[in-house]
Structures are given as C-alpha cells and as structure tokens.
C-alpha cells in the first residue's frame, strides 16, 4: 500500500489541530462531520467552522492511505448539506471500509439524510442516549411574496418559456402552480425512494417497514435502539472504545 500524500499529512494535522478531531491513536483515527460542508473556506480569523467537502473527502482518502489507521470513528453532527453531497460522502465511507478500515458512526441526534448517511455507510451506528433521530420523512414549501412586492409598489416582470418553469413562481403567484406542485412531487418521491432504499438495505429491512418508520417519527434514542435503527446508545467516548 502506497504512503499517505504529504499534503494529505498535512491536511489531516492541521483539521486535528484546528477542528478537534484525532488523528490515529491506537489504530483508530476520529473525523467530525458537521455543519453545510461548504466549498469554501471561512477567513483565518473567523470562529471554527467544520470541515469544507473537499476536506472531508480528503481525510476519509487519507485515511484508507494512512497504514496507521485501522478503523475510523466518525462523529456525524448537524449535517445542513444536501443530498447530493450526503451519496458523495456515503460513497467516500464505503471506499474506506473496502480499503480494508473499520468505519463506526457515532451520532448525537440525526435528521432524514444525516441518519441515512451513516447507516448506509457505516459498519456500527451508535446513537447519543440523549440524542434523537429525526426520522420524518421529507417535505417540501414555497414562500410567496407577490402581495409583499405590491405593497411595495413593485411587480416583477418575468417571461417563463415552457409549462414546468416554476423557480421565479414566488415573485409573480400567491399560491403553488400544479406544474411545480408536480415537479416537487416528483423529486420528493424520488429522495424517498433513495432514504428508503439506502437504510433498508444497510439496516436489514424491509422497505415496507423503513417507510412506516419515517411516517412514525421522529425517535428518542430508546425508540430507535428498539426500532433497529441503531446499534447501541453510546457517547462518543463509549462510542471510541467499542
């Protein structure tokens, strides 16, 4: 197995020193994922701020390279990132555990894909005894601001070119089109089907059952250990020595 990168080296270092994660003790290296995962990084000087993506990728690829690293614990807290970069970073755990790492998760509480993420990509899902899962299943909402504009005096004056060109319907409609109402649908049923799908699989369920429980939460951490939405309830250092 080839050497960890230098400036892979030097990027796990300098997140272990700024951020508060660990680098390998015992075998075992510790990565926080939190926060929007930003493409770009805050100014110097600023309060701490989690990891960019391109940073998170690039610790979870250090460490599949890292011979010193075992297995990875990784703490997943309030993740405000989109589906798109939750399967990027489900993959990029996946990646680890072919490399050979042992990948746990711990979590403090959890929403829709943040749960998702780690059950999909995780070997051993530990949850907060006074965390929750916000199992809810998804939704969708437009604010309208047509009658705010006219107060104002204002009116936008948009051309919209085809049926299903809802974006600016906020500045020209006080209500939800059944075009865009449609569209919305469409893409809600779509990212349920990849939750439902994704936890039925890594959690060992039925996808009739995993969609029963996204109608019934959210969950304490009692009721989710019960579910078998989790493996144990466990604070991080609990978490660390399992």
């Known amino acids: ?12 270092a300098l997140h272990f020193a700024v951020a508060g994660c660990r680098g390998p003790v015992e075998g075992i290296a510790e990565i926080d994922i ?21 940073q998170a990728l690039q610790l979870f690829l250090a460490a599949s390279e890292d011979d010193r690293v075992s297995g990875v614990l990784v ?13 990027e970073l489900r993959d990029a755990l996946i ?3 072919e490399a050979g790492r042992t990948v746990h998760c711990q979590l403090e509480s959890a929403s829709n894909f943040a749960y998702w993420l780690a059950a999909a990509g995780c070997e051993r899902l530990a949850l907060s005894p006074a965390g929750s899962l916000d199992l809810t299943g ?13 107060s104002l005096g204002l009116e936008a004056d948009l051309m919209r ?46 996808p009739a059952a995993v969609r029963d429980l996204l109608d019934g939460g959210p969950y304490t951490a009692e009721e989710a250990l019960e579910a078998g939405l ?12 399992a």
Do not use: C, N, Q
């Open 1 to 12: 197995m080839r050497p960890p990168s230098l400036a892979a080296v030097a990027l796990v």
């Open 34 to 54: 939190s926060g929007s995962l930003d493409d770009m990084e805050g100014p110097a000087l600023s309060s701490p701020r989690g990891l960019t993506m391109r």
């Open 75 to 87: 703490r997943i807290g309030a993740v405000g990132a989109g589906p798109a970069r939750m399967e």
């Open 95 to 97: 990646r680890l555990r």
């Open 138 to 150: 998804l939704a969708a909402e437009s604010i309208y601001i047509v009658e705010l504009l006219e």
């Open 161 to 206: 070119v085809g049926t299903h060109k809802g974006g600016a319907e906020f500045l020209t409609r006080d209500d939800m089109s059944p075009e865009l109402r449609e569209t919305l649908s469409e893409l809600l049923d779509d990212l349920t089907a990849m939750l439902v799908e994704g936890i039925a699989e890594s959690r060992g369920l039925e």
């Open 230 to 241: 989790v493996d144990a309830l466990e604070y991080r250092d609990e978490a660390r020595e």
